[in-house]
């Protein structure tokens, strides 16, 4: 058994299926993550207020601390 994937506050997720009113699909950003039940809670794309969102009806989409590392790498500059 694979372990459960762990959000970060930043991460884009997707729904991976229908919940909450949410369609499969629905892509978001988690604003805080809740270890104790397994849950984040998520900033759904057009939806006025966040939602509290089991990990398994999540996808991981872009981990957000990946693309500040590649910022700050491509401007660094070469050791002389």
Same mark, same amino acid.
């Given at each position: 058994? /694979? ?6 506050? %930043?991460? +884009?997720?997707?729904? #991976?299926?229908?919940?909450? %009113? ?7 950003? #988690?604003?805080?993550?809740? &270890? ?9 794309? %057009?939806?006025?207020?966040? +939602? ?6 999540? /996808?991981?989409? /872009? +981990? /957000? ?6 910022? $700050?790498? &491509?401007?660094? $500059?070469? &050791?002389?």
């Amino acid at each position: 058994m /694979e372990p459960r994937q762990r959000f970060q506050v %930043g991460d +884009r997720v997707r729904t #991976v299926r229908t919940t909450q %009113g949410l369609a499969k699909g629905t892509y978001g950003t #988690v604003v805080r993550v809740l &270890a104790a039940p397994d849950c984040s809670d998520v900033d759904f794309d %057009g939806y006025p207020w966040s +939602r509290l969102v089991y990990h398994r009806d999540l /996808e991981l989409v /872009e +981990r /957000e601390h990946a693309v500040g590392q590649s910022a $700050s790498s &491509a401007g660094a $500059s070469p &050791a002389s």
